[in-house]
């Protein structure tokens, strides 16, 4: 009969540095992440804007090669706010186009990303509390900061899948349709803001719902939370915007007066709200509003103000948003810090 001996073997191979560790979490919260049925419809559902975007991009380098036969879409966009210089030379609101275009798939990808972050981040560390899983990462070699990166690069892979990849797709495309060196020298700086937006957008959405989600190991408590922070900050907002614009226009001679209120860099109310938060730094990374000042300048003076209503968003600084998402981003990271205990004495 052989005897087996129990006893400890050591094990001989080589341990990688910190640097690193949190990727093994990464994968496989990605991999875990991408057996839900759910996650993978949203995926196909948010890559379709980036095919519209694709597609719209490599057209305008078409456009910019050969003008006359796009002729019936120049006309559209000359009616739409760039003015007739649009017919005769393309390139001359080159930067406009391309700004509106991204800023356009941004605010529609950040639906997406919302929703996915919602589905991906509800459990990342409330089902980790729920079956007592901390001490088995912890026993390892791992700090929490390894721990916490490695849940944040689960939601930052898979907005990466819906954001920044798509966008430099379309990019890349948009270049490789245009054949024009000149539109990497005006349209690269725009990239690196899409790149940015969509970092701002990961860091904050990702250290939210990391912090919602070690607040209750209920992936269901956790999403009504979600929810709550998301649907309620806009409908409270909307309403308080409501109701202030309606005020003004009483007491600002009717139309003129909704118009200066809409316009109003002292109106406060839409900041209430977390996604008009991350857009309105959105708006300003992109240059979003310069584009449709410069747009609204082509207009008849009557047309002006009532263009530039109908078209920008909030008008209120942009550093009031970043001062709101600094200070959740804070409270996320207390949050964190005290309800996810380590064993750091065990390396």
């Known amino acids: 009969m052989p005897i087996i001996d129990q006893g400890y073997q050591h094990w001989s191979g080589q341990l990688s540095g910190h640097a ?44 910019e090669r050969n003008s006359a036969s796009f002729r019936p879409f120049l006309e559209f966009l000359s009616h739409f706010g760039f003015g007739p210089e649009v017919l005769t030379d393309p390139r001359s609101v080159r930067v406009e186009f391309w700004t509106i275009c991204y800023s356009t798939f941004m605010d529609i990808e950040q639906f997406a990303a919302m929703v996915l972050v919602l589905l991906v981040g509800r459990q ?3 089902q980790d509390l729920r079956f007592n899983a901390m001490p088995l990462y912890f026993s390892r070699p791992l700090r929490r900061s390894d721990y916490f990166l490695g849940k944040l690069a689960v939601i930052g892979g898979f907005l990466g899948m819906v954001i920044i990849v798509p966008a430099v797709v379309a990019y890349i495309l948009g270049l490789a349709f245009s054949l024009d060196i000149t539109i990497l020298r005006d349209t690269f700086p725009l990239l690196l803001s899409v790149i940015a937006y969509g970092l701002v957008i990961t860091i904050s959405a990702g250290t ?7 607040l209750s190991r209920s992936s269901r408590i956790v999403g009504l939370i979600w929810i709550g922070l998301w649907f309620v900050t806009n409908v409270t907002a909307a309403k308080l915007n409501t109701a202030y614009l309606m005020e003004q226009s009483e007491f600002g001679q009717g139309r003129s007066g909704f118009v200066e209120a809409r316009l109003s860099e002292t109106n406060w109310r839409p900041i209430v709200s977390y996604t008009t938060d991350l857009a309105r730094v959105g708006q300003q990374l992109l240059g979003t509003d310069t584009c449709w000042r410069k747009l609204a300048d082509r207009q008849s003076p009557a047309g002006h103000d009532m263009f530039l209503m109908m078209f920008l968003g909030p008008q209120y600084p942009w550093y009031w948003s970043a001062a709101v998402l600094a200070g959740l981003l804070l409270v996320s990271a207390w949050i964190l810090h005290t309800r996810v205990r380590s064993m750091d004495r065990l390396k």
């Open 124 to 126: 990342l560390i409330g």
């Open 208 to 214: 939210l719902i990391l912090a919602v989600s070690s």
């Open 20 to 63: 690193w560790r949190w990727l093994a979490i990464a994968r496989n919260g990605i991999r875990v992440g991408m057996k839900e049925s759910k996650v993978r419809i949203l995926l196909l559902f948010a890559w379709t804007p980036a095919v519209a975007l694709a597609a719209v991009l490599c057209l305008w380098g078409l456009i």
